[in-house]
């Protein structure tokens, strides 16, 4: 299955407006009724997805001074496909300038026996606003986890921030030597927001990056506890 689905939000002056909302499944945008200036969108699979041999593109666009958040709404299970084919999603993201977005998906699992590749590519203006999150399940309870590689990409202003890719899904990862036996990992990127020095702490770490930003790493034995770290 291939889908491309688009959403674009833009300040008329007052708030933010949705100019594009347009969902292919199994990518489904629903907007919601917020308050004050910032638009909300969330994100549903409303397809079993993604499956092996699937492409999926999200592209998001938040013009000058406009204001977007877009959130999922439940896990995403990355399955296998019936011959082993691998699976492909995209995000695309470009803030410009003033421009602000929140993108905050659910966690995605990595099921047995999937091939699963995400990329998330972000472009940004020089005084934009980005924060973004990925967490990384591997396996369903009492489950050994498939294969998945993520990939991202991300400049400011046109200097790159961070170009980081991540394979994850081996037996390897269950040494002490890379993930100490932990099933979650979970990254959380935030760019144009205040200076935080480094920090770590138990099994998380928050680093600052050369361009701007932070980069914070956190490792759980479930969700809800590596994602403790961010709030």
Same mark, same amino acid.
């Given at each position: 299955?291939?889908? $491309?689905?688009?959403?674009?939000?833009?300040?008329?002056? /007052?708030?933010?407006?949705?100019?594009?909302?347009?969902?292919? &499944?199994?990518?489904?945008?629903?907007?919601? !009724? %917020?308050?004050?200036?910032?638009?909300?969108?969330?994100?549903?699979? /409303?397809?079993?997805?993604?499956?092996?041999?699937?492409?999926?593109?999200?592209?998001?666009?938040?013009?000058?001074?406009?204001?977007?958040?877009?959130?999922?709404?439940?896990?995403?299970?990355?399955?296998?496909?019936? $011959?082993?084919?691998?699976?492909?999603?995209?995000?695309?993201?470009?803030? *410009?300038?003033?421009?602000?977005?929140?993108?905050?998906? *659910?966690?995605?699992?990595?099921?047995?026996?999937?091939? $699963?590749?995400?990329?998330?590519? %972000?472009?940004?203006?020089?005084? %934009?606003?980005? $924060?973004? !999150?990925?967490?990384?399940?591997?396996?369903?309870?009492? *489950?050994?986890?498939?294969?998945?590689?993520? /990939?991202?990409?991300?400049?400011?202003?046109?200097?790159?921030?961070?170009?980081?890719?991540?394979?994850?899904?081996?037996?390897?990862?269950?040494?002490?030597?890379?993930?100490?036996?932990? !099933?979650?990992?979970?990254?959380?990127?935030?760019?144009?927001?205040?200076?935080?020095?480094? &920090?770590?702490?138990?099994?998380?770490?928050?680093?600052?990056? %050369?361009?701007?930003?932070?980069?914070?790493?956190?490792? &759980?034995?479930?969700?809800?506890?590596?994602?403790?770290?961010?709030?």
């Amino acid at each position: 299955m291939k889908a $491309h689905a688009r959403l674009t939000a833009c300040f008329d002056g /007052s708030r933010t407006v949705l100019r594009e909302l347009r969902s292919m &499944a199994p990518l489904t945008l629903f907007p919601r !009724r %917020a308050r004050g200036p910032a638009a909300v969108v969330h994100l549903v699979n /409303s397809a079993t997805s993604p499956l092996g041999g699937d492409d999926l593109l999200l592209t998001i666009r938040v013009g000058p001074g406009a204001t977007l958040r877009l959130s999922g709404v439940a896990a995403t299970l990355a399955l296998p496909g019936l $011959h082993g084919e691998s699976s492909l999603s995209t995000v695309d993201v470009l803030v *410009e300038p003033g421009g602000r977005l929140e993108y905050l998906p *659910e966690p995605t699992v990595i099921t047995a026996g999937a091939r $699963h590749t995400a990329v998330f590519r %972000a472009e940004l203006a020089a005084d %934009a606003y980005l $924060h973004t !999150r990925e967490v990384l399940v591997l396996g369903r309870a009492g *489950e050994k986890p498939g294969a998945m590689t993520t /990939s991202t990409s991300v400049t400011r202003g046109g200097t790159p921030v961070l170009r980081q890719t991540l394979a994850i899904g081996t037996d390897l990862d269950g040494s002490l030597a890379v993930l100490a036996g932990r !099933r979650v990992l979970a990254t959380d990127l935030v760019l144009g927001g205040p200076d935080l020095p480094a &920090a770590s702490g138990e099994w998380w770490s928050r680093t600052p990056l %050369a361009a701007g930003g932070t980069l914070t790493t956190s490792l &759980a034995f479930d969700a809800v506890t590596a994602l403790k770290v961010f709030h």
